[in-house]
């Protein structure tokens, strides 16, 4: 049974709508304002409102899509004595992204553009702000961006340090 050493959560930023409440709100009057909008343009274009109502859902679809991919989708980085997991977490329910023993992982440090694969966004914001680990799989270079805090980022840096 491995121990785990540090378990962290990475949240995304609130920065423009704080609540729940008012994002559930404004998606609500997203859909009345687009129902409103597609009657009007269909009026006043003389098109069959059919295909504006198409053209405005797919766009609110879109929107809802983002909406939950920037604000809902959480990370949980968990780092055991022999690996490093990272979840995903929407609500209550959780999915293991990824796992990476700690013995392939070679370096710890800022993101910096390199020929490494880049694994799935497990990670908030821009790539260049992120905390970056590499490590080899399948004699493949590969790495893997994280939220990371400072307790995290020196955790991993002894980790790896560790078991060269």
């Known amino acids: 049974m491995p121990h785990i050493r540090h378990t962290e959560r990475s949240s995304p930023s609130r920065r423009f709508i704080r609540s729940d409440g008012a994002l559930y709100v404004l998606l609500l009057l997203g859909a009345f304002g687009a129902i409103a909008l597609s009657r009007y343009a269909a009026s006043r274009l ?21 909406i939950y991919r ?5 990370f949980l980085y968990e780092l055991y004595d022999t690996e490093l997991r990272v979840v995903q977490v929407v609500g209550a329910k959780q999915k293991t992204l990824l796992t990476v023993p700690v013995e392939q992982i070679t370096e710890v440090g800022p993101y910096r553009k390199t020929d490494a ?3 799935p966004g497990t990670f908030h914001g821009t790539r260049e702000k992120t905390t970056a680990v ?11 961006c994280l939220n990371a805090s400072d307790a995290l980022r020196e955790k991993l840096t002894e980790a790896a340090h560790a078991c060269v």
Do not use: C, F, P
Not at 46 to 66: E, R
Not at 70 to 74: D, I, K, T
């Open 117 to 119: 694969k880049q694994d």
């Open 46 to 66: 003389n098109v069959n409102a059919l295909w504006i109502q198409i053209a405005l859902y797919a766009a609110l679809l879109g929107t809802g899509y983002a």
């Open 134 to 144: 590499w490590y080899t799989s399948e004699n493949e270079r590969r790495v893997l």
């Open 70 to 74: 920037m604000r809902l989708v959480e």
